[in-house]
């Protein structure tokens, strides 16, 4: 089975500044897909950023990238230019290519310093 | 911009009660969703349904779990009868297909609360 790592309970970043969320998972398939989904306080589930296993190149959306490093199983969001409204719980996810179903990380939550 | 839409936004309800959550899919999408997130905790897969019967269900999806696609637009979640524990968040959600435009897009989410 997959499972999903995010050992950061919460992390916080002042404004405009950079931070990196890391995600580490597990698995045994070489095809599958990683996602990144924000939830703010509304505890709706947003996503952020998806990679696709078999691209090398790393996802970007904006202000948001992700360092995917699959040798390593690891999968690291970067915000830049960070803002107010960033500050949300991130969950890392995986979904396997042959199955739709999502596993989720147990989530960072991240706070913003004006 | 299309989205998943769940009912009510809060529901409480007596423990032994049955209770049924309510979602709305996206209209052209053919992949439904269970999730549920108790308080603090991980999000957490309960069901995926597909072509009107349940394609994979978790440990967790047990005999007092169901759902059911009674039209062509809704997507229901019945517990038959309540526990504590299942107090939580519970998110549906709805996807295209499994290898193209792979985004789950997820509902506001109805929380559950068994007193």
């Known amino acids: 089975a997959q499972t999903v790592t995010q050992s950061q309970p919460e992390m916080s970043v002042q404004e405009a500044e950079t931070v990196t969320l890391s995600c580490t998972y597990d698995?045994?398939?070489?095809?599958?897909?990683l996602f990144w989904y924000k939830q703010p306080p509304s505890r709706q589930m947003i996503l952020v950023i998806r990679?696709?296993?078999?691209?090398?190149q790393n996802a970007t959306e904006n202000r948001f990238s992700v360092n995917f490093q699959k040798a390593a199983k690891s999968f690291s969001l970067k915000i830049s230019d960070s803002q107010l409204g960033d500050a949300a719980m991130y969950f890392c996810?995986?979904?396997?290519?042959?199955?739709?179903?999502?596993?989720f990380g147990k989530g960072i939550t991240l706070s913003v310093r004006p | 911009e299309p989205e998943v839409t769940q009912t009510p936004s809060h529901q409480v309800t007596q423990m032994g009660q049955e209770v049924i959550l309510h979602c709305v899919p996206i209209?052209?999408?053919?992949?439904f969703y269970w999730y549920r997130q108790i308080l603090g905790q991980k999000v957490e897969f309960l069901v995926s349904?597909?072509?009107?019967?349940?394609?994979?269900k978790s440990e967790i999806f047990d005999d007092q779990f169901s759902v059911e696609r009674p039209d062509g637009s809704n997507f229901t979640l019945k517990i038959r009868s309540t526990k504590l524990e299942d107090s939580a968040m519970y998110f549906c959600?709805?996807?295209?297909?499994?290898?193209?435009?792979?985004?789950?897009?997820f509902g506001q989410g109805t929380r559950l609360t068994v007193v």
């Open positions: 349904f597909y072509n009107n019967e349940i394609s994979e």
């Open positions: 959600a709805s996807s295209t297909a499994l290898q193209e435009n792979t985004e789950a897009f």
């Open positions: 209209s052209n999408h053919l992949y």
């Open positions: 996810a995986y979904r396997s290519w042959a199955n739709s179903k999502l596993t």
């Open positions: 990679q696709e296993a078999y691209k090398q």
């Open positions: 698995t045994s398939e070489s095809d599958y897909y």
